[in-house]
């Protein structure tokens, strides 16, 4: 089976660029959701997050939809779309380049013994995202959870990609998403270059 995958590209920060992955079936033969409808989900929740973004960052859903073989990773195709204006942050406030939210998708999917999941990181988050404990604002978080429901409840049934085990594996899977979490916790991204 195949899968979109839509990158978002985010830039206007240090350690910049990031890249955040979603994944969505793609159904054959106009049975589903189509890559357009994908990448215009994916700005849209990206948009959602634009008001506990820092200033100067900015988020572009790329235009090219990589579409992957499930069960291997493996590129076997890709279509062009039409992916909307990069949303920019607004807010004035200090930040930490390698800190924000996280958005936990739950699935009902299992492999190997274990609940299929994904993370998303909204990294680097601005100031006004946080609480004076250290925690997520509650607007921030009641925001960032709204953006991921709606999301997961979308006409695009976006999933969870199990990747394959190791190289040359043929064991990777998809579950779909049924629901969305935002821990009250700021967390910390370690991958990105400082």
């Known amino acids: 089976m195949a899968i979109f995958r839509i990158q978002a590209r985010w830039s206007g920060f240090t350690g910049a660029p990031g890249y955040s992955a979603f994944h969505f079936d793609a159904a054959t033969e106009g049975a589903g959701p189509t ?7 994916v700005r849209t929740l990206v948009a959602s997050w634009s008001l506990y973004l820092p200033g100067g960052v900015s988020i572009q859903v790329e235009s090219e939809v990589q579409r992957l073989e499930e069960s291997t990773g493996e590129l076997i195709g890709f279509e062009i779309v039409t992916p909307g204006a990069a949303v920019s942050g607004s807010g004035t406030a200090s930040y930490a380049a390698a800190a924000g939210a996280v958005l936990i998708w739950n699935t009902q999917g299992v492999r190997r013994g274990r609940r299929i999941q994904g993370r998303t990181f909204v990294v680097p988050m601005g100031g006004a995202g946080l609480s004076s404990d250290g925690s997520l604002a509650a607007a921030a978080q009641t925001a960032f959870q709204n953006g991921a429901q709606t999301f997961a409840d ?6 969870v990609w199990a990747r394959p085990s190791g190289p040359g594996a043929s064991d990777g899977a998809i579950a779909s998403i049924t629901s969305a979490r935002v821990p009250d916790k700021v967390a910390v991204l370690r991958s990105r270059r400082d």
Do not use: E, L
């Open 154 to 159: 979308s006409i695009t049934a976006p999933v």
């Open 35 to 41: 890559a357009q409808q994908c990448a215009d989900a």
